[in-house]
């Protein structure tokens, strides 16, 4: 589902700064594209499906503001090479970089002894080389103009285990040790760098897992879902946006480190 934003200029958050989007052609990624978009930032987004980024770009330049799309694989080497290139071609120095990209376990889930090492290896580095990576890229020009927000998408299984996801778990543990690592290094760059840690949303990654999980325990979809949170559901990929917004406004210059959960009570129980 949309959700309709409209920017109003003088109200602008982000007005005329640059971010950059990874994964951003579905699900997270797009709605937080179009959320920092409605608070007036000129956009490079990234993804693997040209279709819908090209949509998106449609949609993103009808709101008044520029948006680069840019169709890359992030499990190729030089990958992050070429994206960065093109989206600071476009637009200059980035000021905001929100690393969403990220790759799931529940297409192949298996226990440990039996994990596939090639899918391991794909999986943490799209989860967490990459992130580092475009952060390596970002920060020259941030401490230089001592500004910069970068905004790691990591998830609740970043603070527990996953069942049969030992990859994905792991990779994102380790975002949030890149995360606080970069917090303490450029906390005096006016630089901030943090986390947003989703329980379970509705995406077609997170769709998997649903199914595996009710499969598993002999539910239904819906049965699970209920049962899942606090809340009784998911959440919309448009409720985890407007927190990425506000972290990456000048407003939250003083929260860097941080891991906010963002789960619907998940963890609470």
């Known amino acids: 589902m949309k959700t309709n934003y409209s920017t109003k200029e003088g109200r602008m958050k982000l007005k005329d700064q640059t971010a950059l989007v990874t994964g951003a052609s579905r699900g997270i990624g797009e709605a937080i594209?179009?959320?920092?978009?409605?608070?007036?930032?000129?956009?490079?987004?990234?993804?693997?499906?040209?279709?819908?980024?090209?949509t998106l770009?449609?949609?993103?330049?009808?709101?008044?503001?520029?948006?680069?799309?840019?169709?890359a694989d992030l499990t190729e080497?030089?990958?992050?090479?070429?994206?960065?290139?093109?989206?600071t071609k476009a637009?200059?120095?980035?000021?905001?970089?929100?690393?969403n990209a990220g790759m799931g376990s529940s297409a192949k889930p298996m226990p440990v002894v039996d994990y596939d090492d090639a899918f391991w290896e794909t999986l943490v580095y799209v989860n967490l080389t990459v992130p580092y990576l475009f952060s390596k890229k970002a920060l020259p020009s941030m401490i230089a103009r001592k500004y910069g927000r970068i905004i790691m998408t990591a998830s609740v299984n970043s603070k527990i285990g996953?069942?049969?996801?030992?990859?994905?778990?792991?990779?994102?543990?380790?975002?949030l040790g890149l995360v606080r690592t970069l917090a303490i290094e450029t906390a005096k760059e006016g630089i901030t760098v943090n986390a947003i840690c989703p329980g379970p949303v509705r995406t077609?990654?997170?769709n998997l897992r649903v199914e595996y999980e009710a499969k598993r325990l002999g539910k239904s979809v819906a049965e699970f879902e209920t049962d899942l949170?606090?809340?009784?559901?998911?959440?919309?990929?448009?409720?985890?946006?407007?927190?990425?917004?506000?972290?990456?406004?000048?407003e939250a210059s003083v929260i860097t480190g941080q891991a906010f959960n963002i789960d619907g009570g998940f963890l609470m129980i």
């Open 229 to 250: 949170t606090p809340i009784g559901r998911r959440l919309e990929p448009k409720e985890v946006a407007p927190l990425v917004v506000y972290l990456a406004g000048r």
């Open 77 to 87: 080497k030089g990958a992050v090479e070429k994206v960065w290139i093109q989206a």
């Open 91 to 99: 637009f200059g120095p980035i000021d905001i970089l929100v690393n």
């Open 204 to 206: 077609r990654m997170n």
């Open 57 to 71: 770009q449609e949609e993103l330049g009808g709101m008044g503001i520029r948006c680069e799309s840019i169709v």
């Open 162 to 175: 996953l069942l049969h996801g030992a990859a994905y778990a792991a990779s994102k543990h380790g975002l």
């Open 33 to 54: 594209a179009r959320a920092l978009a409605a608070e007036g930032a000129h956009i490079a987004i990234t993804g693997r499906s040209k279709a819908e980024l090209e």
